[in-house]
């Protein structure tokens, strides 16, 4: 509740910001669509969505960008998610364009990398003028300069050095046709500020978010869940752990980290006192390079 | 949990220590993490340099690590248990004037860096305008390398004895001067034993105690409709949008504007459906009206006595951010100012300013990249604002290029224009004179219901049919087109006749007699239109119609003295807005003169 000094608490504060930038969209899109992986993120941004636009339903459909190695835990939360809202689901998938040939894959690699191919597709395919991230500035140094309504290309393609100023609530949608906006409605939220809103407001999350015992694999530093798609290298043997996961992803290459957090409020806690952020730890593919986000960023990836 | 969220901006360049400054920021309030410094230290090493660089922590882009300056805004994140801020990070650099602004329209606060071995400098001065013309309410001045000055108290003094005096010219309400070393961290977080004379806190102290909630305009309640919630199966239409000044409550009486009716709030819903008592500035909310009146996106919400302006014509001050080409008295650009959008011609360039000294140069042309000037610009659909010094959100708008789409530049209100005394009037080949007829304004008041209007049917009528040119103004009638925008108001009322008053004017001046009819209840407006037709040499008759109120009650042919008495509508003269008798008019018409023809009649004879 707001104090009688008309104050919003920094999470009201932040919700009434992404609430605010949804509506816009609506309002001056017409084919707007929310990317949804059933990543904590992106199940934020869709929570805030039905918010913004109650009592009806949210005036677009989802995407998944699916890899091929979800967790199941996360392809079951999608469908059940995606059912609970009433949503419509469009699925852009990583193996089609491998099965075309239109990428090649490499066996050492995770999918990731793979994923821009499939969301340009999607985009095309279905048209789309909006597209709504779930990604925050805080995450990353290239996503620290990252505008609120980034213009794309016909080529999905993002040019830092010249992005179109933003003022106040003002944002800029115009575009061409082929050309498109992503939408950042969380641009100013830290990875704290999303598990304090999960616990405030109750948002379902899948179960590998919270502590769970599992089978995982130590590989460069980290640790790896051992999956189906996982190949096993010399001299590596899974072993049982207690572990949760900071983000959801290509399971071959997304890490997770040992801990008894099983609720929201546990997971806030040690995430307040956290020295890692959460790419460094658990993404092997960002620590390619310094400049690894920003020439993905510009070949259209998020 | 439960900290406010504040918003900085910074400005100075690399050479002050300002991406150093937000690193000690983060480093020092424990929201580094331990690889971020990891990918520091080791860039650092690959550069060869002895300490952590803090400055890496902030320029993110490759071209800017390249080229050591900070090319954009970057947004970096800190917190403590009291408050949660949020930084936008702005380049220094003259060139990149356009980001500071981009990056300090929202800003509470803003921090200014200065080097205390070069003291104030064109870009300090540069700097705190912007901050002042963006209307950031905070200014905190760093004096930064105080190690490199010997930590004199003496140096200090003077440098903020020098800004203090320039600050004079700029309309800063709270201004803080910090010396500080952020290389070695004095006074950034914590206050350090270098500086003893320094009564002051330490930076981060005063960023989580400033007061910045009274900052919003709390008095002016402002509801931009952004979007509508329809849901049929509860017949349910709610307006969208985020409050841009003020509070408001259900059961409120609310004025729509432009269409100026009026009605009341019925229910104020927040995200997701919370009950909301009291929705204020910054919140985004669902407002629910107990008449059908059927808004869109662009159409303003606010209190039937408290009004923004609405005009074509608007004064404002621009930051121009376009390379491709400069602005151009003649240009026309799309116009976004709070949820409307419509296309706007710059009339004039007034003046370029020069940003370091506040030097106008009122023989400039135009404006290029990062100059900022007083335009006038004409909007196609009348905008409903504020100034900018007054509401932010309702006096701020952007300039979009139709064909490329980018954002060219940021304007802030400074009011509507007065564009008459500007425009030069182009004198007719032909004299009133030469005319086939000559015309004059026969101006029928009084209250709604009381006949005017059946009178002026008569009168236009009869002289149509004697062969003389006239032409019936009904107020009413003029409601729909000419004056849809304008509501009940006392000033919008004035505004009607002022309106209507020279639409007369130019059919008498045509050669036509002018019969107008409308309740035009205040003195003052009518003497206005009298003296406009005095001032042309034109013939101005004022007929007041004298019917007691009780009788037009009685008559009450539109139903409206009914609804006024129920309360559905309010403002309405004679019941609860004032009707003010004209003091000597031309002509006196009652009741006991008989039929409208045999008013009609009258007027005539009047005219003879």
């Known amino acids: ?302 | 949990m439960s900290a406010s969220l504040v918003r900085l901006a910074t400005a100075g360049s690399v050479d002050d220590g300002k991406s150093t400054l937000i690193g000690r920021l983060l480093f020092d309030s424990k929201t580094v993490f331990t690889d971020q410094l990891e990918a520091i230290e080791r860039a650092g090493r690959d550069r060869g340099e002895a300490y952590p660089n803090l400055a890496l922590l902030t320029d993110g882009l490759r071209a800017e690590r390249e080229q050591g300056i900070t090319i954009d805004v970057a947004h970096r994140y800190f917190a403590t248990p009291r408050r949660k801020f949020i930084i936008a990070d702005t380049p220094g650099h003259v060139q990149y004037t356009r980001n500071m602004v981009t990056g300090a329209s929202t800003a509470d606060l803003a921090l200014i860096l200065i080097d205390a071995r070069k003291g104030v400098l064109e870009q300090s001065r540069r700097h705190a305008f912007l901050a002042s013309l963006l209307g950031i309410p905070h200014l905190v001045l760093c004096v930064n390398k105080m190690d490199l000055v010997g930590w004199s108290q003496q140096r200090f003094e003077e440098i903020r004895e020098e800004f203090r005096r320039f600050a004079m010219k700029l309309q800063v309400h709270d201004l803080t001067f910090v010396p500080m070393s952020a290389l070695h961290g004095d006074n950034v977080v914590h206050r350090g034993a270098s500086m003893p004379w320094y009564e002051g806190t330490s930076l981060l102290h005063h960023l989580e105690q400033v007061h910045v909630a009274s900052d919003r305009n709390l008095i002016d309640a402002r509801f931009p409709v952004q979007y509508v919630i329809r849901e049929h199966s509860r017949d349910f239409r709610g307006y969208a949008g985020t409050v841009a000044g003020g509070v408001f409550k259900p059961g409120d009486e609310v004025a729509v504007l432009p269409s100026g009716f009026t009605t009341t709030v019925r229910a104020i819903w927040g995200p997701g459906g919370t009950t909301v008592t009291e929705a204020f500035a910054s919140q985004a909310v669902t407002i629910e009206l107990e008449d059908d009146l059927d808004l869109g996106r662009g159409d303003l919400i606010c209190r039937p006595g408290n009004r923004p302006h609405t005009s074509r014509d608007v004064d404002a001050m621009v930051c121009w951010f376009s390379e491709q080409g400069a602005l151009k008295p003649g240009s026309t650009y799309v116009v976004r100012h709070t949820t409307r959008e419509t296309k706007a011609e710059i009339r004039e360039l007034d003046y370029r300013l020069d940003v370091t000294t506040l030097h106008r140069d009122e023989t400039a042309e135009s404006l290029s990249l990062n100059e900022i000037g007083r335009i006038r610009l004409r909007a196609r659909q009348p905008l409903l604002f504020d100034s900018y010094r007054r509401n932010r959100s309702t006096g701020g708008f952007l300039l979009v290029d139709e064909h490329s789409g980018a954002t060219v530049a940021a304007g802030m209100i400074t009011g509507p224009s007065v564009t008459a005394s500007n425009v030069v009037w182009h004198t007719a080949a032909v004299s009133r004179t030469e005319r086939a007829t000559r015309g004059l304004t026969v101006w029928l008041t009084g209250l709604s219901a009381s006949g005017k209007s059946s009178v002026a049917v008569e009168l236009e009528r009869r002289l149509v049919a004697s062969g003389r040119p006239a032409y019936l103004l009904d107020g009413d009638n003029l409601r729909h087109g000419l004056n849809g925008n304008l509501g009940f108001s006392p000033a919008d009322r004035a505004e009607n006749v002022r309106r209507v008053a020279e639409v007369a004017k130019l059919f008498a001046d045509a050669g036509v007699v002018s019969v107008v009819s409308l309740i035009s209840p205040y003195r003052a407006d009518r003497e206005l239109a009298r003296a406009a037709h005095e001032a042309a040499g034109l013939p101005f008759l004022e007929v007041f119609v004298d019917t007691p109120l009780e009788v037009c009650e009685d008559r009450d042919p539109k139903g409206m003295y009914a609804k006024a008495r129920a309360g559905e509508i309010s403002g309405f003269t004679g019941v609860d807005a004032p009707y003010e008798q004209p003091k000597s008019p031309d002509l006196v018409l009652r009741p006991e003169n008989g039929d409208p023809a045999a008013m009609a009649a009258l007027i005539l004879a009047a005219l003879e």
């Not at chain 1, 909006?130 to 794309?152: H, M, P, Q, T, Y």
Request: one cysteine or more.
């Open chain 1, 1 to 302: 509740m707001a104090s009688p000094a008309y104050e919003l608490t920094h999470l009201e504060a932040l919700e009434a910001e992404a609430v605010h930038i949804f509506r816009e969209v609506a309002a001056t899109f017409e084919r707007p669509v929310l990317l949804f992986s059933g990543g904590k993120d992106s199940m934020v941004m869709l929570h805030v969505a039905a918010k913004a636009f109650w009592p009806s339903p949210p005036p677009f459909p989802v995407m998944h960008v699916d890899t091929g190695h979800n967790f199941d835990e996360v392809v079951e939360f999608r469908d059940r998610t995606v059912d609970r809202y009433g949503l419509r689901l469009v699925v852009s998938s990583v193996q089609d364009d491998i099965d075309a040939g239109r990428v090649v894959e490499d066996p050492k690699a995770g999918r990731n990398r793979l994923q821009t191919a499939a969301l340009l597709r999607g985009i095309r395919e279905h048209a789309f003028d909006a597209v709504f991230g779930g990604a925050r500035r805080d995450e990353e140094k290239a996503r620290a300069k990252e505008r609120v309504f980034s213009f794309r290309d016909e080529f999905g393609q993002w040019d830092p050095r010249n992005q179109r100023p933003e003022l106040w609530d003002l944002y800029n949608g115009r575009h061409r046709k082929g050309e498109h906006i992503r939408v950042f409605p969380l641009s100013n939220w830290t990875e704290l500020d999303i598990w304090q809103y999960v616990e405030a407001e109750n948002v379902d999350l899948p179960s590998i978010y919270y502590s769970h015992r599992r089978p995982v694999v130590q590989r460069d530093g980290m640790l790896l869940a051992h999956t189906r798609f996982l190949t096993l290298n010399e001299g590596e043997s899974p072993y049982e752990a207690t572990v949760r996961f900071r983000t959801v992803g290509d399971a071959t290459c997304t890490g997770c980290v040992e801990s008894t957090a099983t609720s929201p409020g546990e997971v806030v806690a040690e995430v307040a006192v956290s020295r890692l952020t959460e790419r460094g730890a658990t993404r092997a593919d960002d620590r390619i390079s310094e400049a690894g986000m920003e020439d993905r960023k510009k070949e259209g990836y998020f």
